[in-house]
């Protein structure tokens, strides 16, 4: 095997990624791609980056996937037994200060950002970031992963303050799938956490049902379908 395919194998599943967290009216919304990278390989195409922490409160990761999953369980496992002790749910602030607990001390060994995202009846629903060294910042919306670069300026024009839920889900799909046609390491299909006083609502957009950006190609079943396409041409020459 060549030299290059076999390091592009043995390389860290890596969620080259985008991951968003909205705040709305009400609550927030949690969104993100489903392509998990192994080098330049798909590892697996719909991976789940929104992992639940407590009954309302989510994490989008981002980055080293076994680092991101790691940290995820640590503080799961907290959370839990803050929980039991308090005899009520954790605030979202308390599950993102212990993820920027666990992100800035082991920040010369995690390499991962990530999105905290919930309600509570304190605050209501807030969204924190926690990037790569272990900085936090409560924000209206967090964006992030490798196809967060192509959504700066789409976010700064389209975010608005009191939106509906029905808004804010509709930006966060839109936004992930304008991230999918740019950014390689981003794609598969768009996962929604909508969180606000009722609970939490999950949603699934299939690839082939999202919206068709800069010149991409229809989504095909397989390649014997554009191969049979191409092959129907009336220019088509055999030689």
């Known amino acids: 095997m060549d030299r290059s395919i076999q390091n592009d194998l043995n390389a860290p599943h890596s969620m080259g990624t985008t991951i968003i967290g909205v705040t709305y009216n009400g609550g927030v919304v949690l969104g993100a791609d489903s392509r ?3 080098g330049v390989y798909v590892a697996n195409r719909a991976s789940d980056k929104i992992t639940q922490l407590t009954d309302n409160v989510y ?8 680092d991101s999953q790691i940290v995820s369980d640590y503080v799961r496992h907290f959370l839990h037994q803050h929980t039991i002790q308090l005899g009520q749910p954790a605030t979202v602030k308390v599950a993102a200060n212990l993820i920027r607990l666990f992100a800035y001390n082991n920040k ?21 970031g926690v990037p790569l060294g272990g900085t936090i910042l409560e924000q209206p919306f967090a964006i992030g992963g490798s196809g967060s670069t192509y959504l700066y300026g789409f976010f700064d024009q389209e975010w608005k303050e009191g939106m509906t839920k029905e808004e804010a889900e509709q930006l966060v799909v839109k936004a992930v799938s304008l991230a999918i046609a740019r950014d390689g390491a981003s794609g598969g299909v768009v996962r929604t956490v909508t969180i606000n006083s009722e609970g939490v609502t999950r949603n699934y957009y299939p690839g082939d049902t999202l919206p068709l950006w800069h010149e991409e190609l229809e989504p095909q079943n397989s390649l ?3 191969l049979s396409s191409s092959s ?8």
């Open 36 to 38: 998990t990278s192994t």
């Open 59 to 66: 994490l989008c990761r981002s980055g080293s996937a076994a």
């Open 108 to 128: 010369n060994m995690l390499q991962t950002g990530m999105i905290i995202g919930g309600w509570d009846k304190y605050e209501g629903g807030k969204i924190y």
């Open 224 to 226: 014997l379908d554009i």
């Open 232 to 239: 129907s041409g009336p220019d088509m020459m055999i030689s």
